[in-house]
């Protein structure tokens, strides 16, 4: 079952799309039966698999975007996926959404998306981190509000492998997760005016990690030299959403050791393909 909704429903054009389903934006559609299919202005096309964050919702997105992407439609200019979304961007002036709608809708059905496996291509990176000290010093306090130990803290950064959410807010930027349970802290009252670029910051069970230096309301708890994204790079977007990374734990002047022959931006990072 799925709920189609335009965000333009008001305007002459939308008057028009006869075709298919129109619903009033409202409370009630948060919760429709999902996949929710709407467009974006006239701007191109959402798919949502989730009210919230999870990883089944953050799959099926990753999942949709890279299965539609494969399947070259004409009328897509370029797609991305957020942490419970994929979006395609089309431009519906010249492209009636109705009958893109109805085929999204044959493409989602048939297929569970919440369990889909990840597309092919993606790579399995680790990435020498140094945690809390000068570095990182919000490491101690995201420990305390989260009821650990900054050894155990450390423990879960490094044991945990987690996903490329989703790519956004700054270029190549990566929302990284999920961790554990324990790291569900909230983000900061405030704001950090500054951290540098290659931070690593923690919040709601998930981490960023900056490409650029920047003020954050989430707490800095580990250092890299990665830069994910770096212009003169063969490969300037360094992530994709569906990869996966490790933190190894590394001292500061290790760190500084790699920061002194960074060319690459990679930071000392390494990677695998993920069969």
């Known amino acids: 079952m799925f709920e189609t909704v335009f965000t333009t429903q008001h305007s002459p054009i939308a008057r028009t ?9 409202t409370k009630a559609a948060d919760t429709a039966t999902l996949p929710l299919i709407r467009t974006v202005g006239l701007a191109g096309i959402l798919v949502t698999f989730g009210n919230a964050m999870s990883d089944p919702a953050n799959r099926g997105a990753i999942a949709f975007r890279a299965h539609v992407d494969a399947l070259k439609w004409p009328e ?3 797609s ?3 942490l419970v979304s994929a979006f395609f961007r089309i431009d519906l002036v010249k492209h009636d959404p109705a009958p893109l709608i109805r085929r999204l809708k044959q493409t989602l059905d048939g297929t569970d998306w919440l369990q889909a496996p990840l597309p092919q291509g993606r790579k399995r990176w680790a990435v020498p981190a140094v945690f809390g000290g000068d570095r990182a010093p919000q490491l101690q306090e995201a420990a305390d509000v989260a009821g650990m130990s900054v050894e155990d803290a450390v423990h879960g950064l490094t044991q945990t492998t987690v996903r490329v959410l989703t790519v956004g807010f700054a270029p190549g930027q990566p929302y990284l997760g999920t961790l554990p349970e324990n790291w569900n802290i909230p983000r900061l009252t405030g704001v950090t005016p500054n951290v540098p670029a290659c931070s690593l910051v923690a919040a709601i069970r998930q981490l960023c990690l900056f ?12 250092q890299t030299a990665f830069h994910p994204f770096q212009l003169n790079r063969d490969t300037p977007f360094a992530l994709t959403p569906g990869d996966e990374m490790r933190f190894i734990a590394i001292s500061d002047t290790e760190l500084r050791d790699i920061e002194a022959f960074n060319e690459n931006g990679l930071g000392g990072a390494t990677w695998d393909a993920i069969p």
């Open 80 to 82: 991305m996926s957020s």
């Open 17 to 25: 799309w006869k075709t298919a389903r129109v619903t009033h934006m």
């Open 76 to 78: 897509v200019s370029e």
């Open 211 to 222: 490409p650029y230096a920047t003020p954050t309301g989430w707490r800095h708890v580990g």
